[in-house]
C-alpha cells in the first residue's frame, strides 16, 4: 500500500485522510496548540524523513508483514529475555531465603522483610535521574550499561555476611533495575503501532512468569544438588552467582546488538529503516526527543489519567512486594517443605504467561485490551478470597487460590501498554513513566511490611492488605477505561468541527496527546 504523509493511521489499523489545512485553527483540549511546539524541537525520526523528502514509499501488506516479523525476531527475544532476568534476579531473594540465606546471615523476619524492601528504596532514588538519562543518551546502550550493573551486583550478593551487607547490595541492585520497566516501554512506543503495542508488552512481560518458572527449576536444582553433594560456596550463594553472571552476559549481548532507535539498526536497510519510521506515523508519538521540555513535565503532573496510572500502580504492588518477596515462605506455610516450595510456585508463573500472552492476544483482537486484561485481576481477587479465608488445613484449596493469584498481572501489564500507547510527548512520556514507577516502588515498598512475624503461619492480616489493594486497583483500571473513552469523544468532536486543521507531518513534532486533538486513545 502507499505509505502518505497525510495520512494518519487510525487505532484499528485503518487509514484515513487528513484534511490539508494551516495550523493557526488548531486547537486541543489545552487551548491552542503551542507556538514551541510547532516545528521549533522536531522528534528524532524528521532526521530520517527529511534525508527522504519527495521520496514516494510503496509498502506492500506482504510488505509490511515480513517487516514487523523482522523487527519482532531482532527485538523481541533480547527485550523478552532480560526482562524476564529483571523479575528473576529481584526475586532470587524469595528462593534464597527458604535455602539458608536468613540463618547464615542471622537474621529475622523483620530484617528480611527490609531487606526486601530496600531494593525499592534504591529504584526510588534513582528512578527520576534515570528516567532522564533514559531520554538524554542512547536508549540501548544505557539500558545495556544497567543491565551489566546489576547483574554483576546480583552476583556480588554471594558475598554478603550480615545484615548490612545485605541491605547494600539490594539497594544498589534496585538503583540498577530502575531503567528496565521505563526504558521497555520506550522501546516498545518506538517500534510498534499502537494495536501492537499491547500484544508485544504482554510478551516481554510475560517472561516474568518463564523467570519464576525456570527459576524454580534451577533453585530446586541447586538445593537439592548442594544437599547431596556439598560445594565450597553454600546452595543460596551459587544461585546468586549463576542468575548475576548470565545476566551479565546477556547485558553484553543487549549492548552489541540491540539499535537505539530505526535510524541506527543494523539488522535494517536504509529503505527498511525509513519503513520501520513511516510505519508508526500513525501514533502521533515519533521515535524519541532528546531535549526535556519543562511544559511537557507540567502537563504530566496536571493530567488526572497520569495520576489514574500512578493511583493503579501504587494499589496493584503492595500486593506484588509482599508475594514477590514472599511466595517460597507461603507456600511452606501453607504445609508444605522448602525444597518443595521450590518446585510448586513454578505453575503460578505458568499461568503468568498464559494469562499474559491469551488476554494480550483477545485484547487486541477485540481491539480493547483494558476490559479483556482487566479479567486477570478478577481473576486474581478469586485466588486471595481462597488465600484469605479458606482454612488452614486446606493447603490444596490455599496453593490453588496463589496459583489464580498468577493472573494479577495483566492488569499491570495493561497499564503500562498504556503508558506506551496513550502518553504522547517524550518528556511527557518519560515523566509519567517516573510517576508510574515511583508509585509501584512505594507500593512494593509497603508490601513486604504487612507480613508480620506474628502473623505466620496463615499471614491474615497481609493477605487482608492483599486483597483490598487488588479490588481497589480494579476500580481504577476500570475508571481508566472510561476515561479514555470520554477523551477520544472529545478528540472526535474536535476533529469534526468546522475550520478545523490537520498540519502536515504533526507526527513527528513531539506533541503531547492532550495538545494533539488527532491522538486517539487506545482502549
Known sequence: MSVDRDTKS?????????????????????GPMPK??????????????????????????????????????????????????????????SYASVMGFKTDLNIGVSEYNWVASIFYFGYLV?????????????????????????????????AVKNFGGALAVRFFLGAAEAAVSPGFVLFTSQWYTMPEQGTRVSWWFSFNGWGQIVGGVIAYGIAVGTEQHPLLIKGWQLI????????????????????????????????????????????????????????????????????????FSLFANIPNGGITNYFSQLIVAFGFTPNQSLLLGIPAGAVQVVTLIGFGHLGRRFNN?????????LIAILGLFL???????NRGGRLAGYYLYGSASTGFVCVLSLLSS???????????????????CVGNIIGPQAF???????????????????ILAYLILILIYFGCRQRNAINASMRAAPGYSKIEGQEFMDLTDRENPEFVYAL
Open 10 to 30: 487510525s487505532g484499528d489499523g485503518s487509514a484515513e485522510k487528513a484534511t490539508e489545512m494551516n495550523h493557526e485553527s488548531q486547537v486541543s483540549d489545552l
Open 36 to 93: 514551541h511546539a510547532i516545528n521549533n524541537d522536531p522528534d528524532e525520526a524528521q532526521k530520517l524523513v527529511a534525508a527522504h523528502a519527495g521520496e514516494i514509499i510503496i509498502l506492500s501488506a506482504e510488505e509490511q508483514t515480513k517487516l514487523l516479523r523482522k523487527i519482532d525476531w531482532h527485538m523481541m527475544p533480547f527485550l523478552s529475555i532480560v526482562y524476564g532476568l529483571n523479575y528473576l534476579d529481584k526475586t532470587t531473594l
Open 126 to 158: 534513582w528512578e527520576w535521574p534515570t528516567n532522564w538519562l533514559l531520554q538524554r543518551l542512547p536508549l540501548a546502550k544505557y539500558s545495556a550499561f544497567n543491565v551489566i550493573l546489576w547483574g554483576s551486583i546480583l552476583a556480588l550478593t554471594a
Open 240 to 311: 546468586f552467582l549463576v542468575f548475576g553472571l548470565f545476566t551479565v552476559l546477556m547485558g553484553f549481548l543487549f549492548l552489541y546488538w540491540m539499535p537505539d532507535s530505526q535510524l541506527n539498526a543494523r539488522f535494517l536497510t536504509e529503505h527498511e529503516r525509513l519503513m520501520a519510521v513511516e510505519r508508526i506515523r500513525g501514533n502521533q508519538q515519533g521515535v524519541g526527543n532528546k531535549h526535556f521540555k519543562w511544559y511537557q513535565c507540567k502537563e504530566a503532573f496536571t493530567d488526572p489519567m497520569i495520576w489514574a496510572f500512578v493511583l
Open 369 to 377: 485490551r483494558i476490559l479483556i486484561n482487566s479479567i486477570g485481576p
Open 387 to 393: 488465600i484469605r479465608f479458606l482454612p488452614i488445613e
Open 422 to 440: 496513550n502518553v504522547a510527548g517524550w518528556t511527557k512520556k518519560t515523566t509519567a513513566a517516573t510517576m508510574y514507577l515511583i508509585a509501584y
Open 452 to 470: 508480620q512475624p506474628g502473623d505466620a503461619p496463615t499471614y491474615h492480616t497481609a493477605t487482608t492488605v492483599v486483597l483490598v489493594s487488588w
